[in-house]
Structure formats: structure tokens, C-alpha cells
């Protein structure tokens, strides 16, 4: 796929594993994208779900990794990761409201 690559991982020589871990490089102009319906085919988005990823990302730098709008575009849900990481998220009413988000003082995800 366009503006994805196969590099090494954290661990080039893990112990009692053939080869390196495996890492996608993602370019920052892509977007990957895919309709929740192809995600949870017979159901609804879950109620209850977890995201773990493993992320180096470049010094100083700020992007999402993650984001989830609705039927008419209103992100209801992201993952924004860097210098200031901030998550957010909105239900269907509009709740709650971006001064209840979490916040996280004085972590940098983009530190090098």
C-alpha cells in the first residue's frame, strides 16, 4: 500500500523468535480509513473496547492515530498523540463537553 512500509521493529533479534520484530513505517500524508460497518459487520460499533498500540513517534511532532466520526461528520472520538496527547470523545447528545476531557499535563509522546 501507498505510504506504508515493512521496517524492523523495537527488537531486531528477539530471544527464541526467528527473524526481527515486525514494524509498519506510516507516512504522515496517509490517512487509513474503514467504515465501522466493515469493521463490526453483524453489530454496532462495542459499547466497551480497548486500543493498544505501540507508537515511536518522531520529536515533536502531534498527529492523531486515531479518529471516528459519525453519519455526518463530527468526530465523536480521537487519539492524538505527540507533544500534549489528548483524547477525545462525544456521545450522541453532544457529551460530554471538551472541558471534561482527560488531560495529561506534562507528558510528551514526541520526546525522541
Not at 27 to 36: H, R
Request: net charge negative; glycine share 8%; charged share 25%.
Amino acid at each position: 500500500m501507498e505510504g506504508v512500509s515493512v521496517e524492523v521493529g523495537l527488537c531486531p533479534h528477539r530471544k527464541d523468535s526467528e527473524g526481527a520484530d515486525m514494524a509498519f513505517r506510516i507516512d504522515k500524508k496517509i490517512q487509513l480509513s474503514a467504515p465501522t460497518k466493515q469493521l463490526f459487520p453483524d453489530s454496532a460499533f462495542p459499547e466497551d473496547f480497548s486500543l493498544m498500540t505501540t507508537v515511536r513517534a518522531k520529536k515533536n511532532t502531534q498527529f492523531f492515530l486515531l479518529s471516528m466520526y459519525d453519519e455526518h461528520g463530527v468526530q465523536q472520538l480521537g487519539l492524538e498523540l505527540g507533544r500534549s496527547p489528548v483524547f477525545l470523545y462525544e456521545d450522541h447528545k453532544g457529551q460530554p463537553t471538551p472541558d471534561l476531557y482527560p488531560i495529561f499535563k506534562k507528558i510528551n509522546l514526541a520526546d525522541g
